[in-house]
């Protein structure tokens, strides 16, 4: 049963893929209200520097929205599968963004555009588990 305290909020998720800016990325924040962007990368590098860690971090601090780098709940699998380096590490991280959406409105964020061939699908849904707060793909 879904807790209504968290009815009209998601775990979002997005995958900037070949995108060039942060135009789309940045609608989105403003039009789900995010507060926190969790980077489920286990490397906060990209193919375009924009996409580094630190640059999202400036971008997330410009807008007023926290960055958190969860570099633990990344994949090692080279597909959509979850296969994290240090499951005991990746637990206790779940559990730490489990208890950060419990208070404010997350996004979930990794390279691959398509939620459908990513690991963060599997993530979200471990959150959920754990919350009862639904998850939405926004691509």
Known sequence: MEDSNFLNRYILTFGYGNRKNYEEFLKYLEDFSVEYVIDVR????AWSRQWYGEKINNFCNLNNIKYISK???????????????????????????????????????????????????????KLKELTAIPVKHLE
Request: proline fraction near 3%.
């Open 42 to 45: 286990n490397v906060t590098r």
């Open 71 to 125: 570099t633990k709940l990344g994949n090692t699998s080279g597909n959509k599968n979850w296969i994290p380096e240090n499951p005991e590490a990746a637990k206790k991280e779940l559990d730490e963004v489990a208890e950060i959406a419990k208070v404010g409105n997350i996004l979930l964020l990794c390279a691959e555009k398509n939620a459908n061939h990513c690991h963060r699908t599997e993530v979200a849904n």
